[in-house]
């Protein structure tokens, strides 16, 4: 028997297929379900991989369930539809698996068999997931549901209409994936319901159903994904935001700590999406946190993991995403050397900055993170092997924040205190002279500027201006040809020291020859 397609009142479509017949749980080969480490990776430090993310999917969920009724299927190449699909995961205490758009992974096929999953939630319509898909899962004998509705706002809507009762919700921007996928394997845990908006405007029929279903709303990224119009409309809105999408991250994981397990923690990449979505509804069978890192890590993330009692982290996918040396620096054991100490920063001039620090005993080079304010985020920029390093290029009369962090074969440390420089001033340039060589031509001479590239030439027909950039110089001199006769021309000039430029110099003129 089938289950035709039911139209509820809100607008929903569900596609409701049943299935008949098995599969064997042998029947698509060996999938070997434990985490493992691989060479480089630190003691108390592990991965759930696969070749592919459909693989990594499989490995998850072999490694989380043993036998699951349910499972659900999310596109393993379009994000949108899947970012709602954690809390039905939740519900039905289902892994969340991945497929390619017309044909099912073998990978996940025989996570179907060998889970005996007897009904499969497809997350998003045919466009994304084929009929193909459907068909293919329909004739191994697996019930199908299909949860999608005319885009992927409306999709998320049903998805949270799936779910039942709630007192809480989440919205997050359908237009990006880090957001939605931080707070994941919370909304998993808790059965709240993800939600999709745009940055200015919400889909009515979503915030009507919030109005009448939420006593309050988590709202997940700052204004520039969604606005404070947004925001505004919504019933008790709190939000959780951070400079970047890892900042965001942290945010989110410190607001639900005392939810959290931190015991064993998970990390995936924050660069792409299916690896963390396929982690998250194991990660909230045991309350974990996933933490999403770019290469390398945060460092405010690197801090938060220092002060929790970590035994041991598990990453989702394999060094391709995720570097050794990454993992090793999320694993609190891996701090294995005292941090670098008596940092110190010097401004050389307007765009160098000179770092020093003490030897590190046992270190073999030194990573340096750079931020532009004390509490911000801190990129690594560099890794040397000596204690100093010259930071160059930098923008002119700007402070810069730098931590250090030492590294060996016995682990790495913490990362040293902040020390911080304000690059000086580009010099401006003086004694700016026009003396005219021609009835259209008049030579411009000026003294050097300690630290400029190059001079930019400004020119205007009086005094007070506009003025006009009309060319370059890398020496102390300009030539400006093809004016005309018996005219007085103004100039200024400033100094360019390669990423910021200088004051203007005072004007000065000069007439040229009359014919």
Same mark, same amino acid.
């Given at each position: 028997?089938?289950?035709?397609?039911?139209?509820?009142?809100?607008?929903?479509?569900?596609?409701?297929?049943?299935?008949?017949?098995?599969?064997?749980?042998?029947?698509?080969?060996?999938?070997?379900?434990?985490?493992?480490?691989?060479?480089? $990776?630190?003691?108390?430090?592990?991965?759930?991989?696969?070749?592919?993310?459909?693989?990594?999917?499989?490995?998850?969920?072999?490694?989380?369930?043993?036998?699951?009724?349910?499972?659900?299927?999310?596109?393993?190449?379009?994000?949108?539809?899947?970012?709602?699909?954690?809390?039905? =995961?939740?519900?039905?205490?289902?892994?969340?698996?991945?497929? /390619?758009?017309?044909?099912?992974?073998?990978?996940?096929?025989?996570?179907?068999?060998?889970?005996?999953?007897?009904?499969?939630?497809?997350?998003?319509?045919?466009?994304?997931?084929?009929?193909?898909?459907?068909?293919?899962?329909?004739?191994?004998?697996?019930?199908?549901?299909?949860?999608?509705?005319?885009?992927? +706002?409306?999709?998320?809507?049903?998805?949270?209409?799936?779910?039942?009762? +709630?007192?809480?919700?989440?919205?997050?921007?359908?237009?990006?994936?880090?957001?939605?996928? /931080?707070?994941?394997?919370?909304?998993?845990?808790?059965?709240?319901?993800?939600?999709?908006?745009?940055?200015? /405007?919400?889909?009515?029929?979503?915030?009507?159903?919030?109005?009448?279903?939420?006593?309050?709303?988590?709202?997940?990224?700052?204004?520039?994904?969604?606005? #404070?119009?947004?925001?505004?409309?919504?019933?008790?809105?709190?939000?959780?935001?951070?400079?970047?999408?890892?900042?965001?991250?942290?945010?989110?994981?410190?607001?639900?700590?005392?939810?959290?397990?931190?015991?064993?923690?998970?990390?995936?990449?924050?660069?792409?999406?299916?690896?963390?979505?396929?982690?998250? =509804?194991?990660?909230?069978?045991?309350?974990?946190?996933?933490?999403?890192?770019?290469?390398?890590?945060?460092?405010?993330?690197?801090?938060?993991?220092?002060?929790?009692?970590?035994?041991?982290?598990?990453?989702?996918?394999?060094?391709?995403?995720?570097?050794? $040396?990454?993992?090793? /620096?999320?694993?609190?054991?891996?701090?294995?050397?005292?941090?670098?100490?008596?940092?110190?920063?010097?401004?050389?001039?307007?765009?160098?900055?000179?770092?020093?620090?003490?030897?590190?005993?046992?270190?073999?080079?030194?990573?340096?993170?750079?931020?532009?304010?004390?509490?911000?985020?801190?990129?690594?920029?560099?890794?040397?092997?000596?204690?100093?390093?010259?930071?160059?290029?930098?923008?002119?009369?700007?402070?810069?924040?730098?931590?250090?962090?030492?590294?060996?074969?016995?682990?790495?440390? #913490?990362?040293?205190?902040?020390? +911080?420089?304000?690059?000086?001033?580009?010099?401006?340039?003086?004694?700016?002279?026009?003396?005219?060589?021609?009835?259209?031509?008049?030579?411009?001479?000026?003294?050097?500027?300690?630290?400029?590239?190059?001079?930019?030439?400004?020119?205007?027909?009086?005094? $007070?201006?506009?003025?006009?950039?009309?060319?370059?110089?890398?020496?102390?001199?300009?030539?400006?040809?093809?004016?005309?006769?018996?005219?007085?021309? +103004?100039?200024?000039?400033?100094?360019?020291?390669?990423?910021?430029?200088?004051?203007?110099?005072?004007?000065?003129?000069? $007439?040229?020859?009359?014919?």
């Amino acid at each position: 028997m089938k289950k035709w397609m039911v139209r509820l009142s809100a607008g929903i479509t569900i596609f409701c297929l049943l299935l008949l017949g098995g599969l064997p749980a042998d029947a698509w080969g060996e999938i070997t379900p434990n985490p493992v480490s691989v060479p480089g $990776d630190a003691e108390n430090t592990y991965r759930l991989a696969g070749t592919d993310r459909y693989a990594t999917a499989a490995e998850i969920a072999l490694h989380g369930w043993k036998v699951s009724d349910y499972a659900v299927l999310a596109s393993g190449d379009n994000f949108p539809d899947a970012l709602c699909g954690s809390p039905l =995961a939740g519900k039905y205490d289902a892994p969340i698996l991945l497929t /390619s758009k017309d044909k099912l992974n073998d990978s996940t096929r025989a996570v179907f068999a060998a889970l005996g999953v007897k009904e499969v939630f497809i997350v998003g319509g045919p466009d994304v997931i084929s009929t193909a898909v459907e068909q293919t899962i329909e004739d191994s004998g697996i019930t199908v549901t299909r949860i999608a509705g005319s885009n992927r +706002f409306e999709t998320s809507l049903f998805v949270a209409m799936q779910l039942g009762t +709630f007192d809480k919700a989440v919205v997050a921007t359908g237009s990006n994936f880090p957001d939605a996928l /931080s707070i994941a394997p919370i909304a998993a845990l808790k059965g709240y319901p993800i939600l999709l908006t745009g940055k200015d /405007s919400i889909d009515p029929n979503i915030l009507a159903y919030l109005k009448d279903k939420a006593a309050s709303v988590m709202v997940v990224g700052g204004t520039g994904v969604i606005s #404070d119009t947004v925001l505004d409309t919504l019933p008790a809105p709190t939000r959780l935001d951070g400079d970047n999408r890892y900042d965001t991250n942290l945010a989110v994981i410190q607001h639900y700590a005392d939810s959290l397990n931190f015991t064993h923690c998970y990390t995936a990449t924050g660069e792409n999406y299916p690896d963390a979505l396929s982690g998250s =509804a194991l990660a909230a069978m045991t309350s974990a946190p996933v933490f999403l890192t770019g290469n390398p890590a945060p460092a405010p993330l690197l801090t938060f993991i220092q002060d929790r009692e970590v035994t041991s982290i598990t990453a989702f996918g394999g060094i391709e995403v995720i570097p050794s $040396d990454v993992l090793n /620096s999320l694993s609190a054991q891996s701090y294995a050397l005292t941090k670098p100490a008596n940092p110190m920063a010097v401004a050389i001039n307007s765009k160098d900055i000179n770092l020093s620090w003490a030897p590190v005993p046992d270190a073999e080079s030194y990573a340096i993170y750079r931020a532009v304010s004390e509490t911000g985020t801190y990129a690594r920029i560099k890794v040397v092997l000596t204690t100093s390093y010259l930071d160059t290029g930098l923008f002119a009369e700007k402070t810069y924040y730098y931590k250090i962090q030492a590294s060996g074969s016995a682990g790495m440390s #913490d990362l040293s205190d902040s020390v +911080f420089a304000q690059t000086a001033s580009v010099g401006i340039p003086s004694n700016l002279t026009a003396s005219a060589l021609s009835s259209n031509e008049i030579k411009l001479t000026w003294n050097t500027v300690r630290d400029a590239d190059s001079y930019s030439i400004y020119r205007a027909d009086q005094a $007070d201006g506009p003025y006009s950039v009309i060319a370059a110089s890398v020496g102390l001199e300009y030539t400006n040809t093809g004016l005309e006769a018996g005219k007085t021309y +103004f100039y200024k000039i400033r100094a360019y020291n390669g990423s910021s430029f200088s004051a203007y110099s005072e004007p000065t003129s000069a $007439d040229t020859l009359s014919l």
